[in-house]
């Protein structure tokens, strides 16, 4: 069973058993895919699920991997996603490093599957820690996402499912404000049938599992926005 709220990757790639390969390999890491076939798709994609990770394709029918990459590295909401560019040649790769693509990361085909699977990790250890088991730590609370333990000050807090997935949410960005739709899809799915009052709820949930006497309530309740993780 694939966890919704695994790192969603999408995959930009029109060769058949490339992307075969390739998604294959990063289903059997628990990470949920997301495949396009051509450039126009794969921008159309980036703007609809908003994915955590790009790889990308060099050579592409249509707006190659350049371009889109570009494009993706000009839109304020999808520029910080990392993008890892897959080349064919070693010219192409000697031009990735000349050119000023905003690429991330890239690899030269044939690559080790690996490898590959490394420098998605090492891409996802900055931007989503607490989804590859790192420990996140934000003032006095501690989130061990491998072990499932959370902090504060010291303390051991017990919290159900949905609370433990919000605070790593929280975690991975402290103090960004998340909206109630970004928090949905991100803490119950892109396809999950919930509306705002069950953020609400866990949120008071967490809130209430995380008070403790004389502390700060690290929660902000961003009026008309969303909640944050943040005790100014
Ligand atoms: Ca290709």
Known sequence: MTDETAP????????????????????????????????????????????????????????????????????KNTRKVPVIMLTARGEEADRIRGLDT??????????????????VRALLRRTRPGSIGEILTFDDLTLDSEQHKVTRNGKTIKLGPTEFRLLTTFMESPKRVWSRDRLLDRVWGVDADVDYRTVDVHIGRLRKALKQPEMPDPIRTVRGTGYSLDTE
């Open 8 to 75: 969603h990757i999408l995959v930009v790639e029109d060769e058949p058993a490339q992307m075969e390969l390739i998604s294959y390999n990063l289903e059997a890491q628990g990470f949920q895919i997301t495949q396009a076939d051509n450039g126009e798709d794969g921008l159309m994609q980036v703007e609809e699920i908003l994915p955590d990770l790009i790889v990308l394709d060099w050579m592409l029918p249509g707006v190659s991997g350049i371009e889109v990459c570009r494009q993706i590295k000009r839109q």
């Open 102 to 119: 905003g690429a991330d990361d890239y690899l030269v085909k044939p690559y080790s599957i690996n490898e590959l699977i490394a420098r």
